[in-house]
Structure formats: C-alpha cells, structure tokens
C-alpha cells in the first residue's frame, strides 16, 4: 500500500515559515493584535456621547441630531423677521414720508382752489336767498343760485377732485399742466418750473367752476379785490339798521348794560 502526499495548507506553511525563520513568537504577537483590532472595532463604545470618538457610525449620527436640534432653522426665521422690519422702517422714512409730503402740498393747492370757489358760490346763494327783493325774478335767481351751490358741493368734492380719470396709480396728474405765465405755444422763461398751484389751478373741475363763478361775479357786479384786504370799506351794521315806526321813542342806548 503506498501512501499519497497531502498538500500543505496556507496556515501550515505560514506556521512552517514563520518557525523555520526563527520569527514564530513575532508573527503570533502580531496575528493576535490584529484580531484584538477588530473586536475593539464591532464593540460598541458606551463613552461616545461623553468624550466622542472618531467618526461614529450612521446609526449614532441620526440619533445625536434628534436628541439635539440645531439653532439655525430658529437663527434663520430672527434674522428674516428684523431684516423685514428694519426694511419697513427704512422705506418708510424714504418713501412714504417724502410722499406724504408732496401729496399733502398737492392736495393743500387743491383745497385752497375748491374752497375758494365753493365759498363764492356759497355766499352768492345766501346773499340771493335772504337780501333781495321779493320779486318773481329775485325767486328765481335764488332758485338757480341754490341749484348751483348744490352742483358746486357735489363737483368740488374731494371724491370727484381725486377721481381715477384726473390722477395716475403713482400720484401723478394726468391732465395738461401749464406754467402759470405761459400761453399755449410759448415755453415761457428758461428754468420755470409747474408748481402745485398751477396743477391745482389746472384741474378741469376747478378750471369749471372757475368760469362759472367768474359768470356769477359780472352778473352781480361782485369785486372780489374788496375781499382780499382787510382796510376795504365795510357797511356799518347801524346804517342797515330799520328805523323804528315811531319816531318819538327813543331808541335804545347801545352801551346799556345787560339785565341779568
């Protein structure tokens, strides 16, 4: 019976090797290191969360970004909030303001305009209703006068003046503007300028009512530029005054004290 050789195995020849080289204590030190290496590897570390370690597993990174949320979604919405504050009061001292301004000199012009011609028309109504003669054309003058205050108060309105037809979304007129000065084909002097009287004065409800007045005032001979100044001459209440029916009574003393 004959006997076939059996092959060596890897570990055999590692361990023929190593003892043959006279290194056999050394390649065992080392072999046992390498293993000690890998168990300390799959053994968890229960000091992670204490003193952290090398970069820790998937698992453990997932966990210790839930059990501590960030500053920086919170961060985030602070730092959005006060830059849209800041950006409010920042535009409404640059824009807002300075808007306001010229709207509340636009519409002052405007006013000045309105009520000038409202007032008019006004006083001519009440001046036709109570002071003239009781006559079938005085009533009728009256009539219209009153008719015409009607009409001026609805037109003059700060509704109709501030219409969508006379002003563009921005602010601005939308209406032909003219220096005051100017005619029609003449560019007037170098360097003038429209103001908010001209603009006012421009509207076409006040550039209406203007001509309409105008009409009331030559047909009842009025001279407005007794009403621009204070030393115009003024009717005495006294000289209006009826005289009393009997001439004989004395009239009373218009320094007498009251009668408490």
Not at 49 to 67: C, K, L, M, Q
Not at 85 to 113: C, H, M, N, P
Request: with cysteine; net charge negative; aromatic share 6%.
């Amino acid at each position: 019976m004959r006997l076939q050789p059996i092959e060596n195995s890897s570990d055999d020849a590692c361990f023929a090797h190593s003892s043959g080289g006279g290194g056999g204590s050394m390649a065992a030190q080392h072999h046992q290191a390498s293993r000690d290496q890998l168990d300390q590897l799959d053994r968890p570390n229960h000091l992670d969360d204490v003193f952290g370690s090398a970069p820790a597993s998937p698992t453990e990174t997932a966990a210790h970004s839930i059990s501590h949320p960030s500053d920086v979604p919170r961060l985030q919405t602070e730092h959005t909030t006060a830059g849209y504050r800041e950006g409010i009061t920042v535009a409404k001292e640059s824009s807002v303001q300075a808007g306001f301004d010229e709207g509340f000199s636009l519409g002052a012009a405007l006013g000045a305009q309105a009520g000038q011609l409202l007032g008019l028309v006004e006083g001519i109504a009440d001046a036709l209703k109570t002071h003239v003669a009781e006559t079938a054309d005085a009533d009728d003058a009256a009539v219209a006068s009153a008719q015409l205050l009607r009409e001026a108060r609805t037109d003059l309105s700060t509704d109709n003046i501030f219409r969508p037809e006379y002003w563009a979304p921005d602010g601005n007129w939308t209406y032909d503007v003219v220096a005051a000065g100017q005619d029609d084909g003449d560019d007037g002097e170098p360097g003038q300028q429209i103001v908010f009287f001209d603009v006012a004065n421009a509207h076409p409800l006040i550039r209406k009512w203007r001509t309409i007045v105008d009409e009331q005032l030559r047909r009842w001979r009025i001279q407005t530029s007794l009403l621009e100044t204070d030393t115009a001459a003024r009717l005495d209440a006294t000289a209006v005054t009826a005289e009393p029916l009997n001439s004989s009574v004395a009239a009373p003393r218009a320094n007498q004290t009251l009668d408490w």
